[in-house]
T-cell receptor
Framework: ETGVTQTPRHLVMGMTNKKSLKCEQHLGHNAMYWYKQSAKKPLELMFVYSLEERVENNSVPSRFSPECPNSSHLFLHLHTLQPEDSALYLC?????????????FGSGTRLTVV | AQSVTQPDIHITVSEGASLELRCNYS??????LFWYVQSPGQGLQLLLK??????LVQGIKGFEAEFKRSQSSFNLRKPSVHWSDAAEYFCAVGARGDMRFGAGTRLTVKP
């Protein structure tokens, strides 16, 4: 399989639940990203991993916890979320870190916090 | 830090009409510029990118964009819009850092 695959596509969770979002790429890319997309707001960069090391954390609340066990997989662990965390969460990858490389995006996980 | 503005939140055009989506960026040097498209329920797909050289860039699906340094703009154009072009369009800017996106322009195509 090629491209960036995100699972699940849809997730509904209560505020006390713990869940994880998964992102997988088989493009040989070395950088992976988590973005949050909320209605009528620009995409918010949450985390950046380069060669499996976290290189950026944009003041994201600790209830979001990323994990990158290898260059092909990226997770976003969620716990005690708030309703305002409901959004589309997009994963992307690129050959190397930096915008001079094109980003390949997954289809996203639509998260609803109830 | 670089930033990007898309002044139009929503644009409606008739099928077959021409299209221009506006994008303005803020950066001290020549940035890398991108246009992405997002269909409902999907991720973002790269339409085209500008790094240097010819200021008129051709992309996929018949789209093109022109980089104008004097106006700090990178507007997206298409001569004749198809119904399948209805989607959300995002302009993005980057330099040595990571990519930053505009808020998007939603395109509706009338029959």
């Amino acid at each position: 399989e090629t491209g960036v695959t995100q699972t699940p596509r849809h997730l509904v969770m209560g505020m006390t639940n713990k869940k994880s979002l998964k992102c997988e790429q088989h493009l040989g890319h070395n950088a992976m990203y988590w973005y949050k997309q909320s209605a009528k707001k620009p995409l918010e960069l949450m985390f950046v991993y380069s060669l499996e090391e976290r290189v950026e954390n944009n003041s994201v609340p600790s209830r979001f916890s990323p994990e990158c066990p290898n260059s092909s997989h990226l997770f976003l662990h969620l716990h005690t979320l708030q309703p305002e965390d409901s959004a589309l969460y997009l994963c992307a990858s690129s050959l190397g870190r930096g915008s001079n490389y094109g980003y390949t995006f997954g289809s996203g996980t639509r998260l609803t916090v109830v | 830090a670089q930033s990007v503005t898309q002044p139009d939140i929503h644009i409606t055009v008739s099928e077959g009409a021409s299209l221009e989506l506006r994008c303005n960026y803020s950066y001290g040097a020549t940035p890398y510029l991108f246009w992405y498209v997002q269909s409902p329920g999907q991720g973002l797909q790269l339409l085209l990118k500008y790094f240097s050289g010819d200021t008129l860039v051709q992309g996929i699906k018949g789209f093109e964009a022109e980089f104008k340094r004097s106006q700090s703009s990178f507007n997206l154009r298409k001569p004749s819009v198809h119904w399948s072009d209805a989607a959300e369009y995002f302009c993005a800017v980057g330099a040595r850092g990571d990519m930053r996106f505009g808020a998007g322009t939603r395109l509706t195509v009338k029959p």
